[in-house]
Each structure stands twice: as C-alpha cells, then as structure tokens.
C-alpha cells in the first residue's frame, strides 16, 4: 500500500497538493540506511483526452492485417485494477499531456478527463506541455477538476514557478496547485517522485502566463535528486514529460535518479516487429547512469492504447539490481478484415480462433473487458461528444492525408517521402486556415499580439514548421520529434 509521507494516506495527498514536503518533516524519517525492495510502476502517458477506445489501429495477427479496436480510459482502469491486483508495492503514475486532442476537451476543458483520471486515482501526475494550452487559468481549472475528487492526486512540476498571487495556480502560495516533488513509503522503502515538464515546447507551443517561470530540465531534476537524497530519500523516480531521446540523456546525466517515466514524444517501446508496430527501443531501456549504476527508462506509447507495467528490484544498496516489464495493449473483443468486396468485417471460425491463441501467447496483448464504473461515466459525457460529432462542417471529395511528424510511417495514406518535404494534407489545411483567420482577427487586440508574437515566427505554408496565431491551440513541426 501506498503511504503518502505526512499525517496519513490519501489525507495527506491533500495537505502535500497545497504545501510541499518540508525539509523538516523529511529529516524527521531519517537517514536511515537503503532498503532493498520490489517495486512495480503502472504508467501512461499522453492520453490527450483520448477517452474512448480507438478503432483504427491495425495490427499483424496471425500473419494478417487485422483491425482491431484498443485502449480507451474504461479499459486503462480496468487494467491497473488488474495488475495492481497481481503485484505488491504498485505506484500508479501519469506523465503528462493528460488534455487537449479530442471533443473531449473541445467541450469539457479537462472535466471528463479528470473525472476518468480518477477513476485510476494516480498516486502523482507530472504537467505536460498540453496542460498550459488554455493558461494557467485553464490549468488550474482543470486541476480543480482532478481535485474534486477523492484521489487527491499530487500534481507535480519541480521546474515551473508560477508568480505567486498573479497566477491563478499560485492565488496565495507556490504550491496551491503544483508541488515539485512527492514522497511515498512501503513496504520500508522511502520513495520520491520528482516532476519535470519540458521548457521551450511548453513556452513556445502552448500559452502559459507571461510571468511563470521556467526553469532547465536538467539543472533542476539534479537539485531535486540531491534535496530528497539528502534528506534520506532511498529511490527516486523522475516523472518526466520531456522526451524520449532527452530522458534518456537524462538518465545518463543525473547523479542519484533509478527510474524515469516519461512522456512527449509518443514513443512506443517494446518488441512490436511481429504486430506490425515501429518501437524505438526497448521496454524499459536500461541506461547507465553517474557512475555505471543502472537507470530504467520507460514510456507508454499515447493515447490511453498501452499501460507500462514496470518492474523494479532494488539491492541493498538502494541500486537497481533489475528492471524489467510489459507494455500492455488493450483490445477489445472485435477483429476485422476485409473481405472480398473490401469491406472490414468481423473475422469467424478458426480465423477468429487463431487470433485468439496468438493473443494468449503474447504477454503485451490482452482483451480487456472495459471497469463498468468507469464506461458508464464516459458515457455521461459521450452524449454531448455525440451531439457535436453527427454537425456537418463540410464535405472533401478525397481522403486528406495526415501525419503527426512529416516524414513518419505511422499513416496509411501517407507517403513518408511525400510528407518529409512539405507535411502532411491536413496539416497544411490548417495552417492555411489559421492563416486566413489571422486576416480578419482583430490585430490590435493585446493578447492577440502576444500569442501572434509567440507562436507566428515561422511560415504557415511550411509543412515542416507549421506555426499558427491560434488562440487555443499550436502545432510546430520541425523535422525533430516536437509532440
């Protein structure tokens, strides 16, 4: 079971959301010596309002393209439940870029998100670069969401300083809303969570106050490191919304940390070759670290599609003596091919059957039956999702083509050498657009100026810098993994 350091359990994650952990309440446990321990991370990251189970992924069973429907919040509920269940010492965390990408969002600004969220009830979410898109106004009314309920899930960003009594998420002090760190104990061991939002993204693509404050990634993750080490903090774990390539330089760099869970880059890990799936490392990805001690890197892909369970043993030392885990994809009991006239159907007979054996034989797959409690609440907001969904804004004569990061294979209409040059149909769609809305905006506006300033220093018709005077959201493509 998870203890919250302070005067109690899930009590305490209230108190630790509006103050910080004191350094004297820290000394107070004690040096202590390192304890030697198991540990199992259950992680997502990225769900971007992605509620609903996702239909359009494809993958290679049985030797065949088969479309299948995955994840969604219901079935990431169910599975934490169900692994929380199978292992001892489990901390649940999120890592980032929890809104923004969905009619979700469009229309509930981080309510139906929070609500699921807590449904998981995470033991700490780190702010993502999405999290700033409507302000800190806006984040902190989607925190006041998260903490409506009874999870009082500590919300962590140890390099972002919002002005005390000018941001809406510091009213009376720096940690109202954010805390940089939380600490946890079980089982005798003593456990820190350390938050860390990537910078220029966040203060170039998304719209945080002018007077918050960001600091390096780096410089502050090793200031955190050594603050909870010397107050005799065991493990430390950095929650990271910061990228894979840069957690793993992270990990690489900073004295003191043994896991990072991380998230931005939408990076899918793990042994995928067989499903027809691109990884970009393994899951989790061992880094040796100051002084050759090892660091467990790890990530859960996007979307709500894959729960990271992470396993951790600890010597006595207080090092990692091993990490190793599973990213779980979620399915749900529908596998369509298509036929003859090609047309996606549900496959039959021994199709079906062999789809179902190739499933129990590889531990990443599982067919998830969706918490009950948690769809019907999804439910409760689909209704307006619907509404929304069914308005004709227009009609297209051709498939437009779409790909997050030009040049990428992930698309099946996109050509990667087509998008490498000049981004993808959609993406240009919208840039033209906000360009045309950029003509008839009212230009004297102050917070006009100021997001136009920020965000429109590029060239719209540029497919790999797509930049747009938006006044809610911002995409920037330049050739780099920039999520």
Request: with cysteine; proline share 3%; hydrophobic share 40%.
């Amino acid at each position: 079971m998870t203890n919250i350091l302070s005067t109690g359990l899930r009590m305490a994650g209230k108190t630790l959301r509006r103050g910080a952990v004191s350094a004297a309440m820290l000394l107070a446990l004690g040096a202590g010596s390192a304890y030697a321990g198991d540990l199992t991370i259950l992680h997502i990251n990225d769900h971007h309002s992605h509620l609903k189970p996702d239909g359009r992924m494809s993958l290679k069973l049985d030797g065949k393209s088969t479309r299948v429907r995955s994840g969604g919040m219901p079935a990431v509920v169910a599975k934490m439940k169900e692994l929380q269940g199978l292992n001892q010492n489990v901390i649940k965390l999120h890592a980032g870029d929890a809104v923004s990408g969905s009619l979700f969002f469009t229309l509930f600004k981080g309510e139906a998100d929070a609500a699921l969220m807590n449904e998981v009830c995470f033991d700490a979410f780190a702010l993502g670069n999405h999290e700033f898109n409507e302000g800190d106004a806006g984040l902190a009314k989607f925190l006041d969401f998260l903490n409506a309920g009874d999870c009082s899930t500590p919300v962590l960003a140890a390099n972002i300083k919002p002005e005390v009594g000018v941001s809406a998420l510091t009213p009376r002090s720096a940690t109202d809303y954010i805390q940089p760190y939380t600490v946890m104990q079980m089982d005798g061991m003593k456990i820190g969570v350390v938050g860390i939002d990537i910078v220029r993204k966040t203060k170039l693509s998304s719209s945080p106050d002018e007077s918050t404050v960001f600091l390096d990634e780096a410089e502050t993750a090793q200031k955190m490191v050594d603050e909870l080490k010397a107050s005799g903090i065991d493990h430390i774990i950095l929650l990271t919304h910061y990228g894979y390539g840069n957690e793993l330089e992270l990990a690489a760099s900073i004295d003191g940390a043994d896991v990072i869970i991380g998230g931005d880059s939408h990076t899918l890990l793990g042994d995928f070759d067989d499903l027809g799936l691109n990884a970009a490392g393994p899951y989790p990805t061992v880094v040796k670290g100051v002084g050759g001690k090892s660091v467990c890197v790890a990530t859960a892909w996007q979307y709500s599609q894959i729960v990271g369970e992470l396993n951790i043993s600890f010597n006595d030392a207080g090092e990692v003596q091993s990490c190793k885990g599973i990213p779980h994809v979620m399915l749900a009991d529908s596998f369509k091919r298509k036929n003859a006239d090609g047309d996606r159907v549900e496959i039959e007979g021994a199709a079906r059957d062999a789809v179902y054996a190739q499933i129990k034989a590889d531990p990443k797959l599982s067919i998830v039956e969706e918490d009950a409690d948690a769809a019907a609440l999804l439910d409760s907001f689909n209704v307006k999702v619907e509404e929304m969904r069914s308005v004709k804004v227009g009609n297209v004569t051709e498939n437009l083509c779409l790909s997050r990061i030009p040049g990428d294979k992930r698309s099946k209409i996109c050509a990667p050498e087509d998008t490498a040059g000049k981004g993808s149909d959609i993406s240009m769609l919208v840039a033209h657009a906000f360009r045309e809305m950029a003509k008839t905006s009212d230009h004297r506006h102050p917070e006009w100026r100021r997001r136009a300033h920020r965000h429109c220093q590029g060239r719209p018709d540029n497919g790999r810098c797509l930049q747009a005077a938006s006044l809610r959201q911002h995409a920037c493509r330049d050739g780099h993994d920039r999520r």
